[in-house]
């Protein structure tokens, strides 16, 4: 998933669904994509892209798989895309839950980029909802995390969103 490391998330899908209809020679158990790891990658494509039927249709898919395996990274993954699904539909306080949910999985695993990745979308929600104060804050944490982990181009979209928000 060499695009999605990129960043570039609006090419995921098609990637993907291009791979799921290529045949391939049998695998072993563990060694090949699931339904739950296609899901999930599509539900982080139309995350990053703001892709509300994407996110119609996979984050749900995503969030059954993610409870059913126990996966607790892909439980925070699709916690956070119901929550920019959500704000998509102009549900920002529905959206803050969302987040929430996704924020408390991540600082549970240490995600530090997946924290980060959140704490921005969670802010995207505060500014919606007006509360500014919340996402000054969120987008601060947002930048501790980024930094931490050494990802150079998230930190500094948010050291250009931060002083926007006054």
């Not at 995921?12 to 994509?33: C, F, K, Y």
């Amino acid at each position: 998933m060499p695009r999605l490391a990129e960043g570039e998330f609006a090419l995921v899908r098609n990637h993907l669904e291009q791979a799921i209809r290529t045949p391939t020679d049998p695998v072993r158990w563990g060694s090949g994509m699931t339904d739950v790891d296609f899901h999930i990658l599509c539900a982080e494509a139309a995350t990053e892209t703001r892709d509300a039927a994407g996110l119609a249709e996979h984050a749900p898919l995503a969030e059954e798989g993610a409870r059913r395996l126990g996966h607790r990274l892909y439980s925070g993954v699709a916690h956070r895309a119901h929550g920019v699904a959500l704000l998509l539909e102009g549900q920002p306080g529905a959206s803050v839950d969302r987040h929430n949910q996704a924020v408390d999985v991540f600082v549970a695993l240490g995600a530090r980029w997946q924290l980060g990745r959140t704490l921005v979308a969670r802010a995207e929600a505060h500014v919606s909802a007006g509360d500014l104060a919340a996402a000054r804050a969120d987008y601060a944490r947002a930048l501790e995390a980024f930094e931490a982990v050494g990802a150079a181009p998230a930190a500094a979209q948010v050291r250009q969103t931060l002083p926007r928000l006054t």
